[in-house]
């Protein structure tokens, strides 16, 4: 088993940044990728970002490209979400997320480990 615990979110002004915590312990050397997902209100929850553990690679939907930087430190095994620029529109709970597979995936449903999630909130 896998334990993910995120922290960072709070209430921030757009334009603004914050940068999201993902502390992973347990079995971790079983998993290849980390992501972040985010689900805002009334909606489906959605890819925002992910990164081999080895840091090699690292895929963001386009609705944060540009914007978010996710990134790993192995030593702490912890996950970062670096978001810049923030908009009203990025307002949502963030999850951490860990697959085991090795390959990569932004689809929800390929994602083996689940954090409680930490609320984001850009007002505008």
């Known amino acids: 088993q896998v334990q993910l615990v995120e922290s960072g979110g709070a209430l921030v002004q757009a334009g603004g940044s914050l940068r999201l915590s993902c502390a992973a312990s347990?079995?971790?050397?079983?998993?290849?990728?980390m992501g972040w997902f985010r689900q805002a209100p009334g909606k489906e929850r959605e890819f925002a970002a992910a990164i081999r553990r080895s840091g090699a690679n690292s895929y963001y939907a386009d609705s944060v490209k540009g914007r978010f930087t996710i990134s790993i430190d192995n030593a702490k095994n912890t996950v970062y979400l670096q978001m810049n620029s923030l908009k009203p529109e990025d307002t949502a709970v963030y999850y951490c997320?860990?697959?085991?597979?090795?390959?990569?995936?932004?689809?929800?449903?390929?994602?083996?480990?689940w954090g409680q999630g930490t609320q984001v909130t850009v007002s505008s």
């Open positions: 997320a860990a697959r085991r597979a090795y390959g990569s995936s932004w689809s929800e449903d390929d994602y083996d480990y």
């Open positions: 347990g079995r971790t050397f079983s998993t290849y990728w």
